[in-house]
C-alpha cells in the first residue's frame, strides 16, 4: 500500500463519517431523466445546489463534508434543493449538467443555481467550505 493510499483512507476514515441525518436532506442525482424533472420543478419555485463528486478523490471528501456539514446546519428551507451528483458512477449526469449549464466539468464542484437555473456561484476543489458556502447563502 502506498502513503498516499494510506493517508486517504485515513482521511476518509477520520473526516468523512456520514451521518444518516445530513443524509435524509440530500438526494443523489443517477439519471438525465431525474436532472431533466429536476430542472423542470425548479423553474421559479426553488434554488438549487448540487455537489459534484469523486468517492475516491481526498479533495472531494473534503469538499463533501463541508457540504453535509453546511447541509445539516440548514433549517430545512424549502428554498432551496440540495443534491449531489457522483461523477464517477454518474458520469452522464455530471457531463450533461455541465453542458446544460454551460461550465466547465470539474471535480469536486459546487453549482448554485438561482430560481431561472442561472449558475450563481460555481465553486470547485477547496473553494468548496462549509464558510465559503454560508457566506454565499448570505450574499444571495
Same mark, same amino acid.
Given at each position: &500500500? @502506498?502513503? /498516499? +493510499?494510506? $493517508? !486517504?483512507?485515513?482521511?476518509?476514515?477520520?473526516?468523512?463519517? =456520514?451521518?444518516?441525518?445530513? &443524509? @435524509?436532506? /440530500? +438526494?443523489? $442525482? !443517477?439519471?438525465?431523466?431525474?436532472?431533466?424533472?429536476?430542472? =423542470?420543478?425548479?423553474?421559479?419555485?426553488?434554488?438549487?445546489?448540487? $455537489? !459534484?463528486?469523486?468517492?475516491?478523490?481526498?479533495?472531494?471528501?473534503?469538499?463533501?463534508?463541508?457540504?453535509?456539514?453546511?447541509?445539516?446546519?440548514?433549517?430545512?428551507?424549502?428554498?432551496?434543493?440540495?443534491?449531489?451528483?457522483?461523477?464517477?458512477?454518474?458520469?452522464?449526469?455530471?457531463?450533461?449538467?455541465?453542458?446544460?449549464?454551460?461550465?466547465?466539468?470539474?471535480?469536486?464542484?459546487?453549482?448554485?443555481?438561482?430560481?431561472?437555473?442561472?449558475?450563481?456561484?460555481?465553486?470547485?476543489?477547496?473553494?468548496?467550505?462549509?464558510?465559503?458556502?454560508?457566506?454565499?447563502?448570505?450574499?444571495?
Amino acid at each position: &500500500m @502506498t502513503a /498516499i +493510499k494510506f $493517508l !486517504k483512507g485515513l482521511y476518509l476514515f477520520l473526516v468523512k463519517r =456520514k451521518d444518516e441525518s445530513i &443524509m @435524509t436532506d /440530500i +438526494k443523489e $442525482l !443517477k439519471s438525465i431523466e431525474e436532472w431533466e424533472q429536476l430542472k =423542470k420543478e425548479s423553474l421559479s419555485k426553488s434554488e438549487l445546489v448540487i $455537489l !459534484k463528486y469523486s468517492p475516491y478523490c481526498s479533495i472531494s471528501a473534503f469538499a463533501e463534508d463541508n457540504f453535509d456539514r453546511w447541509v445539516s446546519s440548514l433549517d430545512g428551507s424549502p428554498e432551496l434543493k440540495i443534491r449531489k451528483v457522483n461523477v464517477i458512477s454518474e458520469r452522464q449526469v455530471s457531463q450533461q449538467i455541465a453542458k446544460d449549464l454551460k461550465i466547465v466539468h470539474e471535480s469536486p464542484q459546487l453549482i448554485w443555481l438561482d430560481r431561472e437555473m442561472n449558475v450563481m456561484w460555481n465553486a470547485t476543489h477547496y473553494e468548496i467550505t462549509k464558510t465559503a458556502i454560508e457566506d454565499k447563502i448570505k450574499t444571495r
